[in-house]
């Protein structure tokens, strides 16, 4: 057994030899390709998602203004109302006897005017003639005015006693949706009490009041200021979703900003309007909205699959640099606009951003960069689009 050791020993030699051999014929291991995206600026929109609440265009709680039992209630809860119908009906009656009784106060005091002027007529006749003294045609002239402004006061009076009638029907002061009735029929009602009988609210068109950090309304006046935003065309412009995560088909225009900040909150309301013909939007609804700031001119964005998080938490890209070899930067980048990031330190127009096939590569590493087809399908051995990220997609 001892004579056959030197030839297996001589035997093994000869294939690791053999396979050295064959490693140098194959030569160095190809290039890694790599899809990339080259870097431009270009106008971006910014915008921004801040809660708010529906609220109705216009609100009018409908409340008595005479005394009296409700006789009659005029309309069904929930439905539209126009403006100037009847709503209630309050007992008449003692209103009408008012205006009866007013009305025989005109009338007797216009019979009093007539014999008061036909006197001052008289006495202005024989005052000339010095039959009567001065005084008393003066007396004459004197009755005859106040019976003159006698008649003015009743006729005011019959006119208020009119007024009180017409309200015991009480009608809608807006058109709108009507809410429930807090008073039934047979209730007494009063003129200074503080329940309403019902609200009428009118929703198409309606608001939506926005609470936004006066500290970042602050900032954006500061940037447009500085030029580093303008306010583009569709600046007034808001869209909505609503509770369940759809969104409103209808655009709204912002009205107006309030000029008062909330102290305990430090937040300022901002007002928009949208139309609500379908009634899809009730009052006190939670919505989110979303508001367009401005418009970024000369912005920088790279694709979020592209960026990638270090061990400080910094956001991190891989570039193909000089002689076509990897570099990595650590970038700014604030926030996120659709699917790419907005960055404003860390890359400048023209740099080549790695976007797929650079799960293994590390820095320094030579590449042959391609252009990024996000609807091309991976090559054989090469990860899916969007996983070529060493630390992970940043969030």
């Known amino acids: 057994m001892r004579k056959f050791v030197p030839a297996l020993g001589a035997l093994i030699l000869a294939g690791c030899g053999g396979e050295s051999q064959q490693q140098q014929q194959a030569g160095p291991p190809p290039t890694p390709q790599v899809g990339v995206v080259q870097v431009s600026q270009q106008p971006v929109v910014l915008t921004t998602e801040l809660p708010g609440r529906t609220s109705a265009y216009e609100t009018s709680e409908v409340r008595p203004q005479v005394n009296g039992i409700v006789l009659a209630r005029l309309f069904q809860e929930g439905d539209f109302v126009a403006k100037g119908q009847a709503l209630y009906r309050i007992d008449p009656a003692p209103y009408q006897a008012q205006v009866a009784s007013a009305r025989a106060a005109v009338a007797r005091a216009r019979a009093a005017i007539a014999s008061s002027r036909a006197l001052a007529r008289r006495y202005g006749e024989l005052v000339r003639i010095n039959a009567i003294s001065r005084q008393e045609f003066e007396n004459a002239t004197t009755q005859a005015q ?22 015991t029907t009480i009608r809608a002061p807006i058109a709108g949706r009507i809410g429930r009735s807090t008073f039934t029929t047979g209730a ?133 640099g000089q002689g076509d070899k990897v570099e990595p930067r650590v970038l700014t980048a604030p926030r996120t606009i659709g699917d790419s990031w907005l960055v404003t330190a860390g890359l400048k127009p023209g740099d080549r951003v790695i976007v797929e096939g650079g799960m293994m590569l590390r820095p320094g590493m030579p590449v042959k960069p391609v252009p990024f087809n996000p609807n091309a399908k991976p090559a054989a051995g090469q990860p899916p689009q969007g996983q070529g990220q060493t630390q992970g997609q940043a969030k």
């Open 146 to 167: 106040q019976a003159e402004a006698d008649v003015a006061a009743q006729s005011a009076a019959l006119r208020s006693a009119q007024i009180d009638l017409a309200r």
């Open 188 to 320: 007494l009602v009063t003129a200074a009490q503080t329940q309403p009988l019902t609200t009428i609210q009118r929703l198409d068109p309606i608001y939506v009041d926005i609470q936004q950090s006066s500290a970042d309304l602050l900032r954006l006046r500061q940037q447009i200021m500085a030029g580093d935003l303008s306010r583009g065309a569709g600046a007034a412009r808001v869209r909505l979703k609503l509770e369940d995560g759809t969104t409103y088909p209808v655009e709204g225009t912002l009205k107006f900003a309030d000029v008062t900040v909330d102290p305990t909150t430090g937040s300022q309301t901002i007002r928009a309007l949208f139309g609500n013909s379908r009634g899809l939007l009730l009052p006190g609804m939670f919505v989110r909205a979303e508001l367009v700031q401005g418009v970024q001119s000369q912005a920088i964005t790279v694709p979020l699959r592209a960026v990638s998080r270090d061990e400080k938490g910094n956001p991190t890209v891989m570039v193909v």
